[in-house]
């Protein structure tokens, strides 16, 4: 057994990971026929196991068998995952990578995680130097451990939400935005997200072990997954809405204001699951503070973020947060509600009840891990 450096399997975007890949296997085609050997059959367990981690939305472990054939394991998912060509699953898995690529970063040192990010994307980023270093720089700027420029900032800040990546509310001083090493592994692993999911592989004939993966998979997300066309919103999945969702959308019916934070939740979900802006716009009418042109606009606007696919809408977190959550505040309680994190997870799992007519909760219990505990 040839033995892996740790850091190959856990950032499988660097250089020295890809092209560790392609000493292996240099295409598709290759990597396709080593994993038909019999002894690289773990590499495609998992691969699997990682797809369906991030199905369930656990954290992603680094595979930890040792061995420089692990550096396939990441590729191998990617491929499963681009056979079966189903957006919302391109999505989970970019989601779940991203996310352990962020974790095993917060573990590294400053020095490391400035390489990576120079080497893998061709960042422009210096160094500001340590803290003891920093002291004599002006007050505002000594909290920032690096400065990245303007256009590689901009690759990745537009995507996420939070105010302070707006470069309004950014430390800029000719052409560079200064910022802090957690911001830089966000940026790194939002980096890494974007191009999962924007490069898609094309897959030749899958042979015996690959094949049954990918069906195993299939046969997993059916029902967790909704494979193309957003689901038509009829009345029957109305009843699909999460409490927190179902509250919000009864409150504006009734000519209630919702707060910015609401207005953006309901929106960016109602078009997530399907429905389009002049549906989304009319959700607003009843709203005593109703302005055609301008929930037009912030409704279109949310719309065309992400690639056309919208805004995410907000997790369970956050909208317990904003005091959006009716079961958080003990208003309204759904069993599902501690099973997922996020509104779509509770549609989607609601979705396919009412449409297989399953009334009996208690199978929760049993198939899935409880994630969070709201009485
Ligand atoms: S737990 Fe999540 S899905 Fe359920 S009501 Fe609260 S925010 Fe909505």
Not at 144 to 152: K, Q, S
Not at 227 to 243: C, D, G, H, R, Y
Not at 299 to 312: E, L, N, P, Q, T
Not at 336 to 350: A, D, I, K, N, Q
């Amino acid at each position: 057994m040839v033995p892996v450096n740790p850091h190959l399997v856990k950032y499988p975007f660097s250089t020295e990971a890809r092209d560790a890949s392609r000493r292996l296997a240099n295409d598709v085609k290759k990597l396709v026929n080593l994993l038909e050997d019999e002894k690289n059959e773990y590499i495609i367990e998992e691969a699997e196991a990682r797809i369906l981690a991030a199905i369930d939305q656990v954290e992603l472990k680094a595979t930890s068998r040792g061995d420089s054939h692990d550096v396939l394991v990441y590729p191998t998912s990617r491929l499963i995952v681009e056979k079966i060509d189903v957006p919302r699953l391109r999505e989970y898995q970019a989601e779940a990578e991203s996310k352990a690529v962020n974790k095993h970063l917060g573990g590294e040192k400053s020095k490391f995680i400035m390489n990576l990010s120079q080497s893998s994307f061709g960042w422009n980023i210096e160094s500001l130097g340590s803290a003891v270093e920093r002291v004599n720089m002006h007050e505002l700027l000594r909290r920032y451990e690096y400065r990245i420029t303007f256009e590689n900032f901009l690759e990745v800040a537009p995507s996420f939400r939070s105010p302070e990546w707006k470069l309004v509310n950014r430390m800029i001083q000719a052409g560079w935005v200064y910022i802090s090493k957690s911001e830089l592994t966000r940026l790194i692993s939002g980096k890494f997200k974007q191009l999962i999911l924007r490069g898609h592989l094309d897959v030749p004939e899958l042979p015996g072990r690959l094949t049954q993966a990918v069906q195993r998979i299939e046969t997993e997300i059916r029902g967790k997954i909704r494979k193309s066309a957003p689901l038509e919103l009829t009345e029957t999945l109305t009843t699909a809405f999460p409490p927190c969702v179902a509250m919000m959308h009864a409150d504006s019916s009734r000519g209630k204001n919702l707060p910015h934070e609401a207005r953006f939740a309901i929106a960016s979900f109602l078009l997530r699951i399907g429905m389009d802006v002049e549906e989304v716009i009319a959700v607003f009418k009843a709203a005593p503070d109703f302005a055609r042109a301008s929930a037009g606009y912030q409704v279109r606007h949310i719309a065309s973020k992400g690639g056309g696919k919208g805004y995410d809408p907000p997790g369970c977190r956050k909208m317990q947060t904003f005091g959006l959550c009716p079961v958080y505040l003990g208003e309204v309680f759904d069993p599902l509600c501690e099973y997922v994190l996020h509104p779509l997870g509770f549609y989607e799992t609601r979705a396919w009840e009412t449409t297989k007519g399953i009334t009996n909760h208690s199978w929760y219990a049993s198939k899935r891990k409880r994630k969070q505990k709201l009485r």
